[in-house]
């Protein structure tokens, strides 16, 4: 933990400069984080989408996905990138004070090998998706992987499979998952929702299509990474 100063107010932030106490926040703290975000001012455009995230997050108990947030607006992703040029977690979530924190299950070891979620699948299927029974992967109270060198591509079949994801990932969502893999080994950081769609030709949609579950709780989740 963390505390930052702005003007003449103290807020507590985790070691990502997430405020931790979400009823901590007001304007001060959105208007005091920005400059340090690439943005000089916050306009009328950059409080709307902040208003519409804290909105959301009060209504449904979780940080919308950035394309429930590009569609309420009617954005582009380029839109988006123009106003947020951190990027719509380390963006325009952080400075609405909220993370992508969905609901917690108990953190630890999890036998992959033993999973019961996801769609019906034939037998045949459900061999090629399931891991070894012998590894272990160990998870964060959010379902990311804690440690990104344990990934295989059979826990990124498991994630989808939980997810809802079709079984058989096409190659497209492998072109995803191992960009975002090898960027974050040669620059580790997890890229921005922008980068990874101009780095594979995919616009907003497409990757709404690929990852249901979102960009960060979908395809950053399945490719082993997270956020810090």
Known sequence: MENVILGKKTYAVDDGGFLLDYDQWDDAFAEGMAPSLGIPKLTSEH???IRFIRSSFEQNGRCPLVFETCRAHGLHLSNL????PAGYLR???KLAGITYAEGCFVP??????DYTAGPAVDEKSRSRISPSRDKIYAVDVRGFLVNPDDWDEQYALFKAYEMRIPAALTNKHW???HFLRNSFKKNGVVPTVYETCEANNVELEDLERLFPPGYHRGAVKIAGLRVR
Do not use: Y
Not at 81 to 84: D, P, T, V, Y
């Open 47 to 49: 409080w709307n989408i």
């Open 81 to 84: 990138k123009r106003l947020f």
């Open 91 to 93: 963006g325009a979530c």
């Open 108 to 113: 630890g070891l999890v036998p992959i090998g």
């Open 175 to 177: 072109e995803v998952i």
